[in-house]
Every structure is written in structure tokens, then in C-alpha cells.
């Protein structure tokens, strides 16, 4: 299944720029997620929504900042991010299968600060 | 604490099988994995579940052994295709259905078969 879209593909952005990216999810899953994917480490999960509610924040900076308006949509919205936030940023949605999460992912945002 | 996979790399040629192996220190309830190529979306392979229960692709076969928290994936008669980097995530044992699948994933394995 491919149907998690999620945009940009590629973002370039300054210290002091506000950004966003979005994922939209056509699965009819009612879990969506933020993961980081840095370079030669594992993938980091940031954020989990469940029906819209945030369930899960991940120790993350506060200049990361997600928005669930509906169980298909999710925002991460950017401000004064470090060069070290540079990376792939994936979105995932998922449905409940015999009690776990089947998680399916886009194909990222790749986000490079300078 | 993330799972330890290994190997860290495999070279295959074409018809060639490898094991990829998932080791976690704590008990777990599920074990999930994934293939991903350069530049696209991870792709779901299986899930495993503690007492059994899996789901996943026809072609792609895995264990669990829920003592020694650990998780095989098996690759058979390699294709050019499954080429890419293996992750397992793992969900621990006190979970299923309340953590939203809240997964810790591992460093990867990169698989690259050969013609």
C-alpha cells in the first residue's frame, strides 16, 4: 500500500525560517506519526496521533511543533531549527491489527537547515 | 533501549539466502519489519506477534522467540529486489493495543544482491 503522500520531498531552510511539512494519509487509518531519520542512526519516533489526539511526544524540542486538524492530515511546523535537525522526516499512519499498530510509512521530507 | 541487528551488512548473489537477525534486552510484545530502498518510504514486511500470531508478505518468512527476545527474518532464493536496508522495530511487552504502536527501531541491515 502507497498511500501515505507526503510534501515537500525536499525542503532547504535557514535557522530563522518557519516552515511546515504535511502528510495526508488514504488508508482510513486513525493512527498517524512523526518519525526522524538521521544518517547512520535509527529511525527516532517523535510523535504519535491516535483519532486526532496527541498520545505521544517524544521528549521533542519545542521548535517542532505537529497539528492533527483530522485523522488524515498532520502538520509538523518548523521554527528556529539547528543544522543538526537536518534529516529524513517520515510520516506513518497505521490501523490496529490483533492489538499492534500495522504502520505504514511516506516517502519523507528531506529537510536541510543551513 | 533500540535492538541490535545483525549483521550490519550482507553481500548476497542472486538465489543466495541470508538471516537477519533482531535482538532486544528487554521482553517484548511485537516485533515489526521493514525494507527500505534509497530515497523511498519504508516498507512494511511482517509483524510478529508474542503467542504466534504474524502477518506479512508470502515470500518473506520470520521467527519469533519471545524467551530470548529475539526475531529472524528469513530471505530465500534472493532477488535483485530485495536489495535495501532492514529495520525491525520492537514494541515491548507490557503493550499491545495501548501504546499506539510505539516502536524502537533498530540500526538497520543493508542487504545488496548481486546478479
Known amino acids: 500500500e502507497t498511500g501515505v503522500t507526503q510534501t515537500p520531498r525536499h525542503l532547504v531552510m535557514g535557522m530563522t525560517n518557519k516552515k511546515s511539512l504535511k502528510c495526508e494519509q488514504h488508508?482510513?487509518?486513525?493512527?498517524m506519526y512523526w518519525y526522524k531519520q538521521s544518517a547512520k542512526k535509527p529511525l527516532e519516533l517523535m510523535f504519535v496521533y491516535s483519532l486526532e489526539e496527541r498520545v505521544e511526544n517524544n521528549s521533542v524540542p519545542s521548535r517542532f511543533s505537529p497539528e492533527c486538524p483530522n485523522s488524515s492530515h498532520l502538520f509538523l511546523h518548523l521554527h528556529t531549527l539547528q543544522p543538526e535537525d537536518s534529516a529524513l522526516y517520515l510520516c506513518?499512519?497505521?490501523?490496529?491489527?490483533?492489538?499492534?499498530?500495522?504502520?505504514?510509512f511516506g516517502p519523507g521530507t528531506r529537510l536541510t537547515v543551513t | 533501549q533500540q535492538p541490535v541487528q545483525s549483521p550490519q551488512a550482507v553481500i548476497l548473489r542472486e538465489g543466495e539466502d541470508a538471516v537477519i537477525n533482531c535482538s532486544s534486552s528487554k521482553a517484548l510484545y511485537s516485533v515489526h519489519w521493514y525494507r527500505q530502498k534509497h530515497g523511498e518510504a519504508p516498507v512494511f514486511l511482517m509483524i510478529l506477534l508474542k503467542g504466534g500470531e504474524q502477518k506479512g508478505h508470502d515470500k518473506i518468512s520470520a521467527s519469533f522467540n519471545e524467551k530470548k527476545q529475539q526475531s529472524s527474518l528469513y530471505l530465500t532464493a534472493s532477488q535483485l529486489s530485495y536489495s535495501g536496508t532492514y529495520f525491525c522495530?520492537?514494541?515491548?511487552?507490557?503493550?499491545?493495543?495501548?501504546?499506539?504502536?510505539?516502536?524502537?527501531f533498530g540500526q538497520g541491515t543493508i542487504l545488496t544482491v548481486h546478479p
Open positions: 488508508l482510513g487509518h486513525n493512527a
Open positions: 522495530g520492537t514494541e515491548g511487552a507490557n503493550a499491545g493495543g495501548t501504546s499506539y504502536g510505539k516502536l524502537t
Open positions: 506513518a499512519s497505521s490501523r490496529l491489527w490483533a492489538s499492534t499498530y500495522e504502520q505504514y
